[in-house]
């Protein structure tokens, strides 16, 4: 999500026709920080990039520094606090107001803070046909915002606010652009994806997820779909039953279990069981046997006993997760779970982690050695070898070998020759017919 927020900065910045995008630092008028606070350590980087930046603002005073995204919302002030010489901060909802909050800036030469929640008028910032994107063929589209799912752990709804979705015929408008514009494969993005309900009013019809899918997937030209991030609560058989009639979603799904414990997962107030989980992994691997299933695991939850961690062990052998993000446990305030007792020690939770991250790269080393021939999405030239171009798979695997150029852009089947230290592949084309 903040990948794609950081796009729309640029885009709207650009547009303004006052901005260019520079990479280094030191020669900028502007710099921008884009923020995450799912854990504590993506959110001290914040004061360490800050720290690093001030030193440039005492060289010259005129730089602005904007400090945007989820820590923005959740500190506010507090920020200031801590570095007095910043100027702007913006939450993800009203980062399209940054060009009037530039100028304000500039005029007021104090703080300016704007950090309201529950707006989508930052999509009207995306892409239209005038606007120029970077010459690349998968692109993200936001779906919906928020969550409602107050997961003790997680500090999104307080971050991003509830739930919100964007009109549904904006969407497929703006995918409509991307086609015309050369993407070929489209990631849906939210919180919630699966969550997505938009009622419109006029025609007098509630459009689900599932509808969703269904119409992005007659676009021409947009071959693969993707999503990110599902949860099991709300992924019905209506979304199941998409992968038998939609060829264009993609043999790779992330559904995030958190852990193999039921009782981690009570205390997590995720809504539902392992159970149930496995329940709909079943389902969908009996309509598509060869998909590959990535999740996210929270290590050393509080209370997360020797027993509840051989439990998700043993449940990531029974799913058997080709990837995962996996993470130990960081205390977020105003979170629920923030007021449990942390009793797992940090020796142990680091321990657990290598063991999770082990299991999950062995099984990948698995499927990889499995799998044969690939249809790949060729999205560029090596940046360490100019003779070779690469792609992903459908898996959502990197593939590196040797080509002509002129299969950039376009889908073109290869054979996995190798697979190199389990975090990509070689492969030989099959053959020259691409599409």
């Not at 107030?269 to 299933?293: A, D, L, M, Q, S």
């Amino acid at each position: 999500m903040n990948e794609h927020d950081s796009s729309i900065i640029e885009n709207i910045l650009k547009k303004t026709n006052l901005y260019i995008i520079t990479k280094k630092p030191e020669i900028s008028d502007i710099l921008i920080l884009n923020t995450c606070s799912i854990r504590e350590k993506a959110q001290e980087k914040l004061f360490h990039q800050l720290g690093r930046w001030k030193k440039l603002k005492q060289k010259n005073s005129k730089i602005l520094i904007a400090v945007g995204g989820c820590v923005a919302v959740q500190e506010g002030k507090k920020i200031y606090k801590r570095a007095k010489f910043i100027d702007i901060i913006f939450g993800p909802q009203t980062l399209h107001k940054l060009p009037k909050l530039l100028i304000e800036s500039n005029k007021k030469k104090s703080l300016i803070i704007n950090i309201k929640k529950k707006s989508l008028k930052k999509f009207n910032y995306t892409i239209n046909k005038n606007t120029n994107i970077k010459k690349k063929f998968s692109s993200f589209v936001t779906i919906m915002e928020g969550c409602n799912k107050y997961c003790s752990f997680c500090i999104v709804p307080y971050t991003r606010g509830k739930e919100v979705s964007r009109n549904n015929k904006k969407i497929i408008s703006e995918i409509i652009e991307l086609s015309k514009k050369g993407v070929r494969e489209i990631t849906l993005l939210g919180q919630n994806v699966n969550a997505y309900k938009f009622s419109d009013t006029f025609n007098k019809k509630n459009y689900s997820f599932s509808d969703l899918l269904y119409s992005i997937s007659e676009i021409p030209r947009i071959d693969r779909i993707r999503f990110i991030t599902s949860h099991p609560v709300e992924f019905n058989n209506n979304i199941i039953e998409a992968y038998k009639k939609i060829p264009k979603l993609t043999n790779f799904l992330h559904l995030p279990v958190q852990s193999g414990s039921n009782k981690i997962l009570k205390l997590m107030k995720r809504g539902y069981t392992i159970e149930k989980y496995e329940n709909i992994v079943n389902k969908i691997k009996k309509i598509r046997p060869k998909i590959n299933i990535s999740s996210d695991f929270i290590i050393g939850f509080p209370g997360e006993t020797k027993e509840d961690f051989q439990k998700t062990i043993y449940f990531i052998s029974k799913i058997n997760f080709d990837t995962s993000y996996s993470f130990i446990y960081s205390k977020r305030p105003r979170t629920r779970a923030s007021k449990l007792e942390d009793n797992v020690t940090m020796e142990e939770k680091k321990k657990r982690l290598y063991k999770v991250q082990q299991k999950i790269n062995q099984q990948a080393f698995q499927w990889k050695r499995r799998s044969t021939e690939q249809i790949v999405l060729v999205e560029g030239i090596s940046k360490n070898n100019i003779q070779e171009l690469y792609g992903r798979t459908e898996n959502n695997r990197t593939v590196f070998f040797e080509g002509n150029p002129k299969f950039i852009g376009n889908f073109i089947k290869l054979k996995i020759i190798s697979i190199k230290y389990n975090t990509f592949l070689k492969g030989k084309i099959i053959s020259n017919n691409y599409f």
